[in-house]
Nanobody
Framework: QVQLVESGGGLVQAGGSLRLSCAASGRTVSSYGMAWFRQAPEKEREFVAAITWGRDFTYYLNSVKGRFTISRDNAKNTVYLQMNSLKPEDTAVYYC???????????????????WGQGTQVTVSS
């Protein structure tokens, strides 16, 4: 069993930056595909970014490309999401997720992920 705990959310002005962290425990996630999703009020949860196991290929939602960067530190069993040039439309609860299926390409559907964190709120003011 894997436990995921997100941190780093908060209130920031438009144009600002935040770095989210997702600390895993229970077992190493170095062989798991990891992803970040977000859910804004009254909207469905959406894929934001993912990083594969092994070669650390990264994938992004089009609207965050060039602004967000996903990375992982296997020694710390932690995944990060660096968010720059934040916009009010980035406001949401951000969730970390883990996929244990050894896929070469990370899925964008949330139901494909096996473990989830509790989420961290990100609010961007205009």
């Amino acid at each position: 069993q894997v436990q995921l705990v997100e941190s780093g959310g908060g209130l920031v002005q438009a144009g600002g930056s935040l770095r989210l962290s997702c600390a895993a425990s229970g077992r190493t996630v170095s062989s798991y595909g990891m992803a970040w999703f977000r859910q804004a009020p009254e909207k469905e949860r959406e894929f934001v970014a993912a990083i594969t196991w092994g070669r650390d290929f990264t994938y992004y939602l089009n609207s965050v490309k060039g602004r967000f960067t996903i990375s992982r530190d296997n020694a710390k069993n932690t995944v990060y999401l660096q968010m720059n040039s934040l916009k009010p439309e980035d406001t949401a609860v951000y969730y970390c997720a883990a996929d244990r299926s050894l896929r070469r390409h990370p899925p964008e559907a949330d139901y494909e992920y096996d473990y989830w964190g509790q989420g961290t709120q990100v609010t961007v003011s205009s």
